[in-house]
């Protein structure tokens, strides 16, 4: 009974308090009470603490601040008999364990014992989840590719039962964070990730299976970063926990699935996680708690089957997860598309260097293709390919359609990358003709042909296109005579429309795009997306748009008509204006598109950098995702991304994607790229050409040497000597406000 | 011949069979002795002038019967029922206006023995009421809540403050059909002046009026009373306790408050501990001194400190019989005159303390919120020094039951998520599935016309076998505890498969014990939160929830079923109808006021024919919200899973509950 449940989590939180009161006593007889405390790359202090309390802790006398908090939250044991109810109180204990557990990981940092090496593999868990990787996995959150997360606490009975479970989660697009342990059927205590380890599962962030920390405590680190969403995507303040505690309910499809036998820390963990809306399925008989209120649905629920156990937590969680699988002998999904394939795993390769190999996508008439067909051409193209080694390999798709246009060519074009990428076994790279494609040894064992590449791209091109093409058909090229001279006629096609593309600007079209996917997590926010602005994840251009318009025109990518022009110079227009005003909830009035000082674009939270200015030197900076060093404007990254997500305006800052900073529109208002003064040397490297031409086009050809890095400058006074120095033309231009 | 069963409690019952023997008379006897008047008892008796008193009797009394100035037996009826509301919202808005004057004292610094104990709760209603609070000198913000209080009992014009705590649509209602108290004292006075003779004759005028002379009680005296209580002495939250006769000790000093007001008993319960008072009683030979309550200054210091209740009104002759109380302290309400001359046969001292309220047979130690401890000290004292009088005699009852009381409003939201997830979306959420077909309010007194107690315990198990979560109060909470229902294992071994699962996910009793009878205004909190939640009905009426007070005797009584129908919650009353020999006023009171306010009060003495038009009313109301239907053992939400464009789709509203998954499917 849930009583059994209480007495656990209320037991442990006090266990977890006295541990966490004696690792901080010790903490500060050794350092000292200021010593300062921080987990890493993180804008959020103790995030889970600082969600809830908006109480930053910085020091350990801060810490010992955020435990009486804790020890607050800390209540009776129920009794045998005649007990005084528990919910509330177990609620309660389980928040005091998540501030517990938090402590105890910040102090485990402090200690140099975080992130797990495990003793047994050497493997080295993940550790704490930074700020970085939460804003890159944005887009992924938001347009389905990423829909649910799974917390697999313990270990299954058998490894091969773990893998069948992490699997069926992977092709569900489901990522799944690891922790905790248990016993096995063999009564050895282990734990999943162990057992993943074992039958030669990749781990890490790119297949979706996160091994977070070996104890239950490690838990913690997906918590605090779900709540982190909050903040970050949703928008709500530190301190507004039921905001917080909404946000994750109704917006972070999070469960938890426990193997093995559950201990008091479990109970606990998971009770904390319960407030959060996140409900607990145990393959063990323990008692369960089916009314519903604080989860949606069931809080507790046990299925012994673990081929049922995912599809039940689905259900519980209240998540629909819709998959199009290709009719191929290997499991397919977003999971499976960060797999590496090595030198002595690969069976057989194509382009990279080694082949002559491309891509390419044609509009044909529907008369001319026969659906659904995959044509190989080629000698002794089967004998070949069963040798394994290298191939010469063109993929030629010709798709017809009545809603078909030559635009949505290199749209379907760009998906190849990811039709091939999402097989198990399969790794692809690149595109158009400087593809690199691998199939692994054990996909091949499991029966993967080539005819299945194009199956593969046939199922794959109907279903992410499937109100534009109503005929596909694949044709793949073996012999080197063939691919050679068709990727002539192929690189034309590539240079027309690149062409085409670099010619389009703001000015010519009638129609912007809205992009509205972050909505699920960032509900004010709105991104406006026009020829010469992508959107700020980087994710999206303006014919991404228009194609999936024309996908589903109900979706998250809505025409916006420009209508007369308010201000041509800010980028302001009548009909962008009105359409904000009814699609941010109210909360974005105007917007100017070509500037960041008077109504610039609000940001979600999964921008790939940050535009923010440094008024000292008259100009702006930008810092990409990712870069952990100080900045100019005297925060990090992580920082400063706090302050501009959320979908609110903040002049001065915006969050942009990275292909904007080359756009003649890039801070067109106010003065262009000129205005540049500080961007890190991984940005300055990413744009090379691009940036260079631009610097020629604005005329100042050397621009980009007087632009300082971080190895010139990481503060402001040092900034506006090296700028000084360099005789930036910022310097002398008209103030900035 | 078959006994005649008085009491359903097996222990009073004993008692009773005791003083039978010792010719000792009780209510109990007087009530079979006494048969009530059949006149008056169905309201058609008119004495309001000393032209009468007139009788509207006869075969035809509705069309042909007319008092000496012409009033018809509507007219009579209507007028009766009227002035039993003003009376009972009189006393209770009596309480309150003295519990508004303590808090200002206490923010004036002139009752020192008293404190603001819960800080939290008086932001909180600072809040309600408009008030600054924030960074404000705590008897800065009390004062200016006691005054806002006060200013509701002698207001003229406009609205009692807390009508805007109710929800919005039931604040229309009472607009619409202008009900909406202007002042506590001017309502019940209007009354008076209204059932005088010759002024207000029109059945349903008079008793529309009588509708916002009980809101004034309900919203005004009841809540005022309620949240300055927990202002002064804390927020009730969950308690043992134990209930019964068996409270009493042999050893210890019996000392027994009994009535209605907390504010001298908690101030016993501060100084009965002294060590001074304890020597005291021991140099008397006790061995410590054994305080408890009785009645709803019982439920007021039950719920806040766990002291043992001797149980309801009927019990108060029973205790004395005991011959183990050496004192029992009255104020005011519900005291019944006999205990006086019933203590001269026994040591019992009864000690009057209310300015108020004097009896013969008892001592008088007046009550003064300036020297509150010294006062409460001359009562300990006066207890110890009659324990050496204590006689053999006297019928020893050792059955005592435990029980788990201290149900707020407060308490309940956070019993349902705790500190961070506080709400009602579980409780919600149950009776949106089916877990919980309903709830009841099942309040009121007890009654020695009926087998004491039994009508309340027949209605309490069967209520819960049918899923229904009942809120108690007052004297049917007495019953409900001595009879050992307020426990958490009562729900695990006799609730419906529904109630059960939710009993025993939150871990609480089936019946929920909210404190004293003024404490009703409990229920309406809770109801207006359920109603905020979402999900049910958005304001009071129409939620699948009844009141009931099987037993009741108390005019008190009437004013509370009065504002909980004109509140929107159809009510049940046990027994014989106070206005019965008129069948226009009875459809007024039924069908009308449900037609316009969705509440009614009905009289109906048949226990089982209540239980069915209370499980009728639920599952109406339960039809109405499109609930799903009640079917024993068969429950469960809805699913909706969510793919990312309906969670695009997910309305971005603040919600206090941190509502569940309604509000998102619109």
Not at chain 1, 285 to 294: K, R
Not at chain 1, 355 to 382: C, Q, S, Y
Not at chain 1, 546 to 555: R, V, W, Y
Not at chain 2, 497 to 517: D, F, N, S
Request: hydrophobic share 40%; with cysteine; net charge negative.
């Amino acid at each position: 009974m849930s009583k059994i449940i209480a007495s656990a989590a209320i037991s442990a939180s006090h266990h977890l308090f006295k541990t966490a009161e004696e690792m901080l006593e010790k903490a500060i007889a050794e350092k000292g009470k200021d010593f300062v405390i921080e987990f890493p790359d993180t804008a959020f202090y103790l995030p889970q603490i600082y969600a809830m309390t908006a109480f930053p802790v910085k020091t350990l006398a801060d810490m010992k601040v955020a435990l009486e908090m804790a020890r607050e939250m800390l209540h009776d044991m129920p009794e045998e008999k005649l007990w005084k109810p528990y919910l509330g109180e177990a609620l309660d204990s389980g928040m005091a364990t998540l501030f517990c557990e938090e402590i105890i990981l910040a102090l485990r940092y402090l200690n140099g014992l975080e992130p797990v090496t495990d003793p047994e593999t050497g493997y080295v868990y993940n550790g704490f989840i930074t700020d970085t990787i939460q804003r890159n996995l944005g887009i992924q959150l938001v347009d389905g590719r990423m829909p649910g997360f799974a917390a697999i606490i313990g270990a299954a009975p058998d490894a091969e039962i773990a893998e069948k479970i992490v699997r069926e989660l992977q092709e569900k697009n489901i990522l799944t964070f690891l922790s905790g342990q248990a016993k096995d059927k063999n009564g050895k205590l282990t734990n999943v990730t162990q057992q993943l380890l074992s039958r030669k599962v990749e781990l890490g962030w790119d297949t979706y299976i996160v091994p977070l920390g070996p104890d239950t405590e490690h838990t913690l680190y997906a918590l605090s970063w779900s709540i982190r969403a909050s903040m970050i995507f949703g928008g709500n303040k530190p301190g507004d926990y039921k905001a917080h505690l909404k946000y994750t309910k109704d917006r972070v499809f999070a469960f938890a699935l426990v193997l093995g036998e559950l201990d008091e820390i479990k109970w606990s963990t998971g009770a904390g996680a319960i407030n959060m809306g996140y409900p607990a399925i145990c393959d063990t008989d323990v008692p369960v708690i089916h009314p519903t209120g604080v989860c949606t649905y069931e809080h507790v629920e046990k299925e012994f089957d673990h081929k049922k156990i995912v599809q039940r937590a689905f259900e519980i969680r209240g998540l629909k997860v819709t998959v199009e699988k290709p009719p191929i002998p290997v499991a397919y999904g977003p999971a499976f598309e960060g797999e590496r394939i090595r030198k002595e795993d690969m069976f057989i390769e194509f382009g990279g260097q080694r082949t002559p190999a491309f891509e390419w996508v044609r509009t044909k008439e529907l008369d001319e293709i026969e659906d659904n067909k995959v044509i190989i051409v080629g000698t002794n193209v089967e004998e070949r390919f069963k040798a394994g080694g290298k191939m010469p390999l063109a993929i030629v798709i010709d798709v017809a359609g009545r809603k078909m246009q030559n635009d949505f060519e290199a749209i379907i074009e760009r998906k190849m990358h990811h039709n091939i990428n999402e097989a198990q076994g399969l790794w692809h790279m690149g595109q158009r003709d400087i593809v690199w494609m691998r199939i692994s040894n054990q996909s091949y064992k499991d029966g993967i042909t080539l005819e299945h590449i194009g199956i593969i791209h046939n199922t794959m091109t109907h279903h992410r296109f499937k109100s534009i093409v109503d005929k596909v058909q694949t044709t793949l090229y073996c012999d080197e005579k063939d691919v050679l001279e068709l990727q002539e006629q192929a690189r034309a096609v590539y240079r027309e429309r690149d062409k085409r593309l670099g010619g389009m600007t703001d000015e010519t079209v009638d129609t912007f795009y809205s992009c509205l996917l972050c909505q699920s997590f960032a509900p004010s926010h709105v991104c406006v997306i026009s020829p010469e602005r992508l959107g700020l994840c980087g994710a999206y251009n303006w014919l991404d748009c228009k194609a999936a318009f024309e996908i589903d025109p109900t979706g998250g990518n809505q025409p916006i008509a420009k209508g007369p022009a308010v201000d041509d110079k800010r980028g302001r227009w009548e009909g962008v204006d009105k359409y904000l005003k009814s699609n941010s909830a109210g909360a974005v009035e105007t917007l100017n598109l070509y500037t960041i000082m008077d109504n610039p674009m609000t940001s979600c939270g999964c921008f790939e950098c940050i535009v923010a200015i440094v008024p000292e030197a008259n100009g702006v900076m930008l810092v990409q995702r990712g870069h952990t060093g100080e900045t100019p404007v005297g925060m990090k990254f992580s920082t400063l991304a706090g302050t501009v997500g959320g979908g609110t305006q903040n002049p001065g800052f915006s969050g942009i994607g990275v292909n904007f900073i080359t756009s003649k529109k890039f801070l067109f208002a106010d003065g262009g790229i000129k205005r540049i003064v500080w961007m890190t040397k991984n940005l300055k490297e990413r744009l090379g050409e691009d940036f260079k031409k631009r610097c020629v086009e604005e005329g100042v050809p050397d621009l980009i040497d007087k632009i300082a890095d971080e190895t010139a400058a990481e503060d402001s006074e040092k900034l506006l000597e090296f700028l000084t120095n360099a005789g930036h033309p910022a310097l002398e231009m008209e103030p900035m406000f | 011949m078959d006994k005649t069963i008085k009491s359903a409690s097996t222990s009073a019952e004993e008692i009773i069979e005791w003083g039978k023997q010792h010719d000792i008379e009780t209510c109990f006897d007087r009530a079979l002795k006494m048969k009530p008047c059949p006149i008056g008892e169905s309201g058609a008796c008119c004495k309001v002038c000393h032209m009468g008193p007139c009788r509207f009797t006869g075969k035809n009394a509705e069309e042909e019967a007319r008092g000496v100035c012409g009033a018809t037996l509507g007219t009579v009826a209507a007028r009766n029922m009227v002035r039993m509301i003003a009376a009972g919202t009189a006393a209770h808005s009596d309480h309150a206006r003295d519990m508004a004057l303590t808090l200002l004292a206490v923010a004036n610094g002139e009752a020192k023995d008293f404190k603001i104990t819960d800080v939290k709760k008086l932001y909180r209603v600072a809040g309600i009421l408009g008030i600054e609070f924030e960074g404000r000198p705590v008897n800065d913000v009390a004062r200016d809540v006691a005054t806002t209080f006060v200013e509701d009992f002698g207001r003229q014009k406009g609205e009692i403050n807390y009508t805007k705590r109710a929800p919005q649509k039931t604040q229309e209602r009472w607009r619409k059909w202008n009900i909406v108290p202007r002042g506590i004292d001017r309502e019940v006075v209007e009354a008076m002046h209204r059932t005088n003779i010759g002024v207000d004759h029109e059945p349903d005028h008079l008793l529309t009026h009588g509708l916002r002379v009980a809101l004034a009680d309900g919203w005004g005296g009841c809540m005022i009373s309620t949240d300055i209580s927990d202002i002064l002495f804390g927020t009730p939250s969950p308690i043992k306790a134990e209930a019964s006769f068996g409270i009493f000790k042999e050893d210890e000093v019996n000392l027994i408050v009994h009535g209605h007001e907390p504010t001298l008993a908690e101030v016993i319960v501060d100084t009965v501990n002294e060590p001074e008072m304890i020597e005291y009683a021991k140099s008397k030979g006790a061995k410590g001194i054994n305080l408890g309550g009785m009645c709803c200054t019982a439920n007021e210091i039950l719920m806040r400190h766990g002291i043992p209740t001797a149980g309801g009104f009927t019990n108060q002759e029973l205790g004395i019989m005991t011959g183990l109380i050496d004192a029992m302290t009255v104020d005011v309400q519900c005291i019944m005159p006999a205990i006086g001359e019933l203590s001269k046969k026994f040591h019992t001292k009864v000690i009057t303390t209310s300015e108020k309220a004097k009896m013969q047979g008892a001592v008088h130690i007046e009550y003064d919120e300036h020297r509150a401890k010294e006062v409460a000290r001359e009562i300990i004292k006066t207890a110890c020094d009659n324990f050496p009088n204590r006689k053999a005699e006297g019928s020893h009852i050792t059955l005592k039951s435990t029980l788990i009381g201290g149900f707020s409003e407060e308490y309940i939201a956070y019993m349902q998520g705790g500190k961070w997830r506080a709400s009602f979306r579980p409780l919600n959420d149950a009776i949106m599935a089916g877990r919980i077909r309903g709830v009841v309010g099942l309040a009121g007194c007890d009654n020695p016309r009926v087998a004491s107690t039994g009508i309340h315990k027949y209605l309490a198990t069967e209520l819960i076998k049918n899923d229904v979560l009942i809120v108690s109060t007052g004297c049917g909470s007495a019953a409900c505890a001595t009879a050992g229902y307020m426990t958490p294992e009562m729900a695990l071994e006799n609730a419906g498969p529904g109630l059960r699962e939710v009993c025993e996910a939150i871990g609480i009793p089936p019946i929920l014990h909210l404190g004293a009878c003024v404490d009703n205004s409990r229920i309406l909190t809770i109801a207006t939160a359920m109603a905020a939640e979402g999900g049910l009905s958005d304001e009071i009426a129409g939620m699948p929830a009844v009141g009931i007070a099987p037993e009741w005797m108390s005019e008190k009584a009437i004013a509370i079923g009065c504002y909980f129908a004109a509140s929107g919650v159809p009510v049940i009353f046990g027994g014989e109808s106070p206005v019965g020999a008129s069948k226009e006023v009875t459809k007024i009171m039924t069908e009308v006021w449900f037609e316009r306010f969705m509440g009614a009060l009905h009289f109906e003495p048949d226990p089982e024919k209540m239980l069915q038009m209370c499980l009728d009313y639920i599952d109406k109301a339960r039809e109405n919200l499109k609930l799903r239907k009640y079917e024993p053992g068969k429950f469960g939400a809805e699913r909706v899973l969510m793919d990312m464009a309906a969670r695009r789709e997910i309305k971005n509203t603040a919600h206090a509950g941190v509502g569940g998954i309604n509000e998102s499917q619109g």
